[in-house]
């Protein structure tokens, strides 16, 4: 059984990234259903939690990321961003 309830997907050169809702399947995979957005495309795809990554550094891998790892990777940009900014 797996915790993960909201997954971000990271894109690539044909698909927007964009946040998906996860409900756990009968076969232990999840579906990954797309919320709606500005750029969202009803899109619901099937992954193995061991899919999806609990740790994010901005780029395209991997494909999928917990919302977790998402936000922590954005408040460390912003940091970076406040110091910068202090100086």
């Keep these: ?3 993960i309830t ?3 997907y ?3 050169v044909c698909n927007q990234p964009g946040w ?3 409900a756990e399947r009968p076969d232990g995979n999840l579906t990954l259903t797309e919320e709606p957005g500005d ?3 009803d899109r619901e795809i099937i992954v193995s939690p061991r899919q999806i990554g609990r740790e994010y550094n901005g780029t395209y891998s991997p494909r999928f990321v ?3 790892a998402h936000a922590a990777f954005r408040a460390s940009r912003l ?3 406040r110091v910068d900014v202090e100086g």
Aim: charged fraction near 20%.
């Design 1 to 3: 059984m797996t915790t």
């Design 6 to 8: 909201r997954v971000y």
């Design 10 to 12: 990271t894109g690539d």
């Design 20 to 22: 998906f809702t996860a």
């Design 39 to 41: 750029l969202s495309f």
């Design 66 to 68: 917990t919302a977790e």
């Design 79 to 81: 940091e970076l961003v």
